[in-house]
T-cell receptor, first 111, second 113 residues
Framework: KQEVTQIPAALSVPEGENLVLNCSFT??????LQWFRQDPGKGLTSLLL?????REQTSGRLNASLDKSSGRSTLYIAASQPGDSATYLC??????????FGPGTRLSVLP | DADVTQTPRNRITKTGKRIMLECSQT?????MYWYRQDPGLGLRLIYY???????NKGEISDGYSVSRQAQAKFSLSLESAIPNQTALYFC????????????FGPGTRLTVL
């Protein structure tokens, strides 16, 4: 059974810092991995989707990498801003299967 | 307008009551999902439907039932609500060509007293 973990559970940084969020999964036979952002009281917004054949994806200040063999993905946020404060979740999909979510990392960026 | 909508957004009810949460989507997707989110546990899959005639149990289906009334509508029911069903409930969709991504509604916060 696929299990997804995220470290750290919570993170607080001053504005302007670069930061890395981690996602680990136990079964490396994944189809893709998706990073989401969740704001309080709101649904999940897709940030980046990495296919199993890809090593990384970039969108603006966000960069997600994938190392299937080690069962890890990282989300790098450059020059963090207070508006980046949210919970970040990763989810993996195995071919033909549904998505399995991690518990999330709660990020606070202090002005 | 939002592509995936959920009603109600908030609901407080009492133990033993029957509750229905509704989800509608305008994305034209054939797959729909219901998740619950609890603090520290991430999202867990309750039920999913690959089309109107295909309903499947997820990881935590006990105490829940669903109805896929149309391609665009997927409802979740709690036949007799209990306090440990207090959670944030999300509906999601995915669609052709590759079902790679999921798109989420805003969530329903349910409190069972």
């Amino acid at each position: 059974k696929q299990e997804v973990t995220q470290i750290p559970a919570a993170l607080s940084v001053p504005e302007g810092e670069n930061l890395v969020l981690n996602c680990s999964f136990t079964d490396s036979a994944i189809y893709n991995l998706q990073w989401f952002r969740q704001d309080p009281g709101k649904g999940l917004t897709s940030l980046l989707l990495i296919q199993s054949s890809q090593r990384e994806q970039t969108s603006g200040r966000l960069n997600a990498s994938l190392d299937k063999s080690s069962g890890r993905s990282t989300l790098y946020i450059a020059a963090s801003q207070p508006g980046d404060s949210a919970t970040y979740l990763c989810a993996v999909r195995q071919d033909g299967q549904n998505f399995v979510f991690g518990p999330g990392t709660r990020l606070s960026v202090l002005p | 307008d939002a592509d995936v909508t959920q009603t109600p957004r908030n609901r407080i009810t009492k133990t033993g009551k029957r509750i229905m949460l509704e989800c509608s989507q305008t994305k034209g997707h054939d797959r729909m999902y219901w998740y619950r989110q609890d603090p520290g546990l991430g999202l867990r899959l309750i039920y999913y439907s690959f089309d109107v005639k295909d309903i499947n149990k997820g990881e935590i289906s006990d105490g829940y039932s669903v109805s896929r009334q149309a391609q665009a509508k997927f409802s979740l029911s709690l036949e007799s609500a209990i306090p440990n069903q207090t959670a944030l409930y999300f509906c999601a969709t995915s669609g052709q060509p590759s079902y790679n991504e999921q798109f989420f509604g805003p969530g329903t916060r349910l409190t069972v007293l």
